[in-house]
T-cell receptor, first 113, second 114 residues
Framework: SAVISQKPSRDICQRGTSLTIQCQVD?????MFWYRQQPGQSLTLIAT?????????ESGFVIDKFPISRPNLTFSTLTVSNMSPEDSSIYLC??????????FGQGTRLTVV | AQTVTQSQPEMSVQEAETVTLSCTYD???????LFWYKQPPSRQMILVIR??????QNATENRFSVNFQKAAKSFSLKISDSQLGDTAMYFC???????????FGQGTELSVKP
């Protein structure tokens, strides 16, 4: 298994500001994944974060809006920039520990007002 | 590209009864993983069951079992002896053998009624 600590657990932010979400894993992993879950919707992958290289973004997501850092093998951050109410979602980080064993952080519930 | 489809937005079942949630997927991969995740109101993603496509035997975890039909690209979840704590959103998901990223279905909201 994997213990993933994600914070903050929730936040209410003003439009136009930015929020940085942190994800800490209890042991080293090669790749970390960031997902967005809009209200009443399923999870959609934002990007894959590899240590030592630029994150790989999925279609519809751009680095200027969702910059990601991956300074080491146990930590990553996702920033939601210049927020608007449409960014109100749950954001989750995930890791895969081999053989398809994926684990998730507790999620960050973001509300933009 | 892979897709996952859950055609049942909502389902309900009486406590102690059995319910089956449906999932179909599309892929050109021969080997992959399939999952069912549970998301209660706490929003934590909880792995319910995992299936390796290269194994013909259907996975089981206590009251949870799957019916994996590889040729039909179908992956249904059966919950036996439903409990009130099973009330949650259930997501079917696909993962390539290499890569680690998950593709999710739209979800099925399950309500277990006393």
């Amino acid at each position: 298994s994997a213990v993933i600590s994600q914070k903050p657990s929730r936040d209410i932010c003003q439009r136009g500001t930015s929020l940085t979400i942190q994800c800490q894993v209890d042991s080293q992993v090669t790749m970390m994944f960031w997902y967005r879950q809009q209200p009443g919707q399923s999870l959609t992958l934002i990007a894959t974060a590899n240590q030592g290289s630029e994150a790989t973004y999925e279609s519809g997501f751009v680095i200027d809006k969702f910059p990601i850092s991956r300074p080491n093998l146990t930590f990553s951050t996702l920033t939601v920039s210049n927020m608007s109410p449409e960014d109100s979602s749950i954001y989750l980080c995930s890791v895969e520990r081999g053989q398809g064993r994926a684990f998730f952080g507790q999620g960050t519930r973001l509300t933009v007002v | 590209a892979q897709t996952v489809t859950q055609s049942q937005p909502e389902m309900s079942v009486q406590e102690a009864e059995t319910v089956t949630l449906s999932c179909t997927y599309d892929t050109s991969e021969n080997n992959y993983y399939l999952f069912w995740y549970k998301q209660p109101p706490s929003r934590q993603m909880i792995l319910v069951i995992r299936q390796e496509a290269y194994k013909q035997q259907n996975a089981t975890e206590n009251r949870f079992s799957v019916n994996f039909q590889k040729a039909a690209k179908s992956f249904s979840l059966k919950i036996s002896d439903s409990q009130l704590g099973d009330t949650a959103m259930y997501f079917c998901a696909f993962m390539k053998l290499q890569g680690g990223k998950l593709i999710f279905g739209q979800g099925t909201e399950l309500s277990v009624k006393p």
